[in-house]
C-alpha cells in the first residue's frame, strides 16, 4: 500500500473525497460544510468506488435503510468490499442477526447499568490529575496524560484485565484505525493479534470466573443457543475498539475547546449543572467518528446514483451542523436545548456504548475543571496539536498550560 505521502493530492472534493488527504486531516469542516452545501452527495473512485452523504435527511435515510445500505463493512479501506473482513458482531452485522446480538448486550450497558462504572471513572480521572498536579502544571499534554487514560483504563477494568495492557491497546488502535485502512497487511497482523489476546482471557474467564464484561457474556444466550467462542472473540475485539478511541477523541475534543474558548470555560466553572449540555453540544459540534455502509443493490440517495458494492459514507460531522436542523450550527451552544444530534449514530447500530461514554466525558470534565479550572494552551499550540488520521478523528497532543 502507498504510505500516505505518497497518495495523490484531492483536487475536488466532489468527485475525489480522500479522508486521509493531509488538508482533510488537519481540519476537516470546511470539507463537509462544502459537501453539504455543493451537492448532496459526492463521488470519489478511490477505494474502490465511494459516496459521502452530508446532508441531515440523506444521513438518516441511509442509516435506516439497513435492507440497502449494509452494514457489514463500516470502516473504509483498500479492500473491494466483497470482502467480508473480519466481522465483528453486532455492529457488522444486519438485522434480525444484529438486533439478537445487540439484545444479549444492552443489559450491561443500560443507564442503570453503567453506574457501577462511574465511581471507577472518578477514582482514574484524579489518579490521573495526581500525575499532572505533581509536575507543577507543565509539559503536560491534556490529550495524552488525561482524555487518552481515561476510556482506555475503564476499558480495561470493564475486562478485568492489568492496568498496564492500557499502553499496547493505544498501539494497536493507532494500527488499525490510523494505519490499517490504507496497510491491509497490518490491519490483518494487528487483528491476529488482538484476537489471540482475546482469546486468552476469554479461556482464562472460563477456567477462573470473574467479574467482568467476559465473564458477563459467558453466560449469555443468542436465540437459545450459547455464544461461541470465535463470536465471543470478535465480540470483545470491537467493545475493545468501540469504547476507547471514539471517547478519549470526545473528551480531547472538549477539553481543547474549553482551552481556546474562555467564555465557555469560565461559564462552566461558575455553571457546573451546565456540564450534561455542554457534553451534548460538544458531541454535535466534534463528533469523534463517523462511518460507512454498503450498497447491497445498484440505487439512489438525494437523486444520485450509487452502484452496488460501493461505499457510502454517513458524514455525521457534516449532518450535526446542517442549517436545515440547527441554529447557528457552526457555533458552540453550550446550553443549546434541542440537541438531537446524530455522534452516536441513527436507526438500529446507534451506539451501544452511549450512555457509557456520556457518562465518561461528563465525570472527566467536573473533575478536570475542578483541579484546573484556568488552563489554556501552550503558547504556540495551535501549531503543535496533532490529530488522528482516519474515520476516527481526535486530537493526539495538546500541550496546555494549567494556571
Known amino acids: 500500500m502507498a504510505e500516505l505521502k505518497d497518495r495523490p493530492p484531492v483536487e475536488d472534493w466532489a468527485t475525489d473525497f480522500d479522508h486521509f488527504d493531509p488538508a482533510f486531516i488537519a481540519d476537516p469542516v470546511p ?38 445500505f449494509s452494514s457489514r463493512r463500516i470502516v473504509i479501506n483498500e479492500l473491494p468490499t466483497h470482502h467480508r473482513g473480519l466481522p465483528l ?31 471507577p471513572v472518578r477514582e482514574i480521572c484524579r489518579r490521573a490529575l495526581d500525575v499532572i498536579d505533581q509536575r507543577g502544571g507543565t509539559d503536560v499534554d491534556l490529550a495524552v496524560d488525561y482524555a487518552q487514560v481515561i476510556p482506555a483504563e475503564l476499558t480495561a477494568i470493564m475486562l478485568g484485565v492489568k492496568l498496564e495492557d492500557v499502553p499496547q491497546f493505544r498501539v494497536w488502535l493507532h494500527d488499525l484505525l490510523e494505519v ?30 470473574g467479574d467482568d464484561l467476559v465473564t458477563y ?48 470555560r469560565r461559564r462552566l466553572v461558575a455553571e457546573p449543572a451546565l456540564v450534561g449540555s455542554a457534553v451534548e453540544e460538544f458531541l454535535r459540534l466534534y463528533p469523534p467518528v463517523w462511518v460507512a455502509r454498503v450498497a447491497q443493490h445498484d440505487t439512489e440517495v438525494a437523486g444520485c446514483p450509487v452502484a452496488q458494492g460501493e461505499w457510502v459514507v454517513l458524514g455525521i460531522p457534516a449532518a450535526n451542523r446542517d442549517p436545515e ?71 493526539r497532543s495538546i500541550p496546555v498550560r494549567l494556571r
Open 217 to 264: 457474556l459467558l453466560g449469555q444466550t443468542i436465540d437459545g443457543e450459547e455464544i461461541s467462542d470465535a463470536e465471543m472473540i470478535n465480540m470483545l475485539f470491537l467493545l475493545l475498539i468501540a469504547g476507547i478511541d471514539t471517547t478519549w477523541s470526545g473528551i480531547g475534543f472538549s477539553l481543547l475547546h474549553l482551552a481556546t474558548h474562555p467564555e465557555d
Open 31 to 68: 470539507v463537509w460544510n462544502e459537501l453539504r452545501e455543493r451537492c448532496p452527495v459526492a463521488h470519489s473512485e478511490r477505494y474502490n468506488g465511494l459516496n459521502v452523504v452530508t446532508r441531515w435527511e440523506d444521513v438518516a435515510a441511509v442509516a435506516h435503510d439497513t435492507a440497502t
Open 325 to 395: 436542523v440547527y441554529e447557528d450550527p457552526d457555533e458552540a451552544h453550550i446550553d443549546r436545548e434541542r440537541n438531537l444530534h446524530a455522534s452516536f449514530g441513527l436507526g438500529v447500530h446507534r451506539c451501544l456504548g452511549s450512555n457509557l461514554a456520556r457518562m465518561e466525558m461528563l465525570v472527566a470534565f467536573q473533575e478536570w475543571l475542578t483541579a484546573f479550572p484556568d488552563y489554556h494552551l501552550d503558547e504556540g499550540a495551535r501549531g503543535v496539536t496533532t490529530w488522528a488520521n482516519g474515520q476516527v478523528r481526535g486530537p
Open 180 to 209: 490499517g485502512p490504507t496497510d491491509i497487511e497490518v490491519a490483518r497482523e494487528t487483528s491476529r493479534i488482538m484476537q489471540e489476546y482475546m482469546a486468552e482471557l476469554l479461556a482464562d474467564r472460563r477456567a477462573n470466573g
Open 89 to 119: 458482531p453486532p455492529i457488522n452485522d444486519d438485522p434480525p442477526l444484529h438486533t439478537m446480538k445487540r439484545r444479549v448486550m444492552l443489559p450491561f450497558f443500560n443507564p442503570i447499568a453503567i453506574k457501577r462504572w462511574e465511581e
